[in-house]
Every structure is written in C-alpha cells, then in structure tokens.
C-alpha cells in the first residue's frame, strides 16, 4: 500500500503560517494599545497635578498672568488626553481587527487539520481491512495446506496398514 499522503498539505502549512503571523500581528497590536494605555494614565495624571496647582492658585490672590499659564496648560493636557484618547479608541479597533483575522485564519487552519485527520483516518481503516485481508487469506491458505496433510497423512497411515 502507497504511504500516506496529505494533497493539501503546502496549504495547511501556509494557513499554520498565517495564523502565526496574526497571532504576532495581534501581540504587537495589544502591546501598543497597553503602551498608549499607560500614556494616558500619565497624562492623566499630569492633568490632575495641573488641576490641583489651579486650585492652589485659585485660593490664593495671584497675578492674571499665573491664572492664564495655569488655565493653557490645563486646555493643552485636556487636549492630550482627548487625542490619546482617541488614539486608544483607534488602536483597540486594530487589536479587535487583529483578533477577528487570528480567528478566522485559525478557523482555516483548524478545517484543514481535520480534513487531514479524516483523510489519515480513511487510509489507516483501509490498511487494516487490506492487511486483515492479507492475514484472512494466510490463515485459508494454511488450513488448506493443513486439511492436504492430514489428507496425505490419513492415506499414508491407511496404506500402511
């Protein structure tokens, strides 16, 4: 019997590769979204310290110009947070991009692996019924030649006697 062999295995390999190379393709994107994640965090947190000095300055009596550099700086880190946030927003619609392809190449891949499983399952059952055929017509071939012998065997004996 021929050995096995899978038609389609260069595809299955390449939807394996794909699917790699999505799954390192997500990695990058989620490890992205984390480093503009703790961004945020910080400009937060320096939007707060410029909030808590504004609250001090407004305690205090100061001159305008204090009030004016405190309140810009305040608008600027606002407007950070409002861009960085929208930076996330876009960057978690990458990783969810990301994690739809990963899960359709392995959607693919998986199909292929199952269809090479079935394939290597028809071709063990078929082996086994050809080599049970094989041993079937051993055994008919060795109880022929058993009933021959025993067939001499009776004649000799009996012409002996």
């Known amino acids: 019997m021929k050995p096995f062999r899978f038609r389609l295995a260069r595809l299955l ?3 394996q590769a ?8 997500l990695a990058r994107e989620q490890n992205e979204l ?6 945020l965090a910080e400009v937060r947190c320096h939007c707060t310290l410029i909030e808590n000095s504004y609250g001090t300055l407004s305690t205090r009596v100061s001159n305008v110009r204090e009030w004016s550099g405190a ?8 407007r950070h947070v409002a861009t960085q946030v929208e ?3 876009l960057a978690a619609q ?6 739809d392809r990963l899960i359709l190449k392995a959607r693919e891949a998986e199909t292929l692996e199952r269809l090479r499983q079935r394939q290597w399952f028809d071709y063990n059952h078929e082996r086994q019924r050809e080599e049970q055929k094989e041993n079937d017509a051993k055994a008919v071939d060795r109880f022929t030649r058993d009933q021959i012998d025993d067939t001499r065997f009776g004649e000799a004996v009996a012409a002996e006697r």
């Open 13 to 15: 390999h390449l939807k």
């Open 18 to 25: 794909e699917k790699k190379q999505c799954a390192a393709a």
């Open 34 to 39: 984390h480093k503009m994640e703790t961004v």
């Open 71 to 78: 309140q810009l700086a305040l608008e600027i880190a606002e």
């Open 87 to 89: 930076a996330i927003r």
């Open 94 to 99: 990458r990783v969810e991009d990301a994690r």
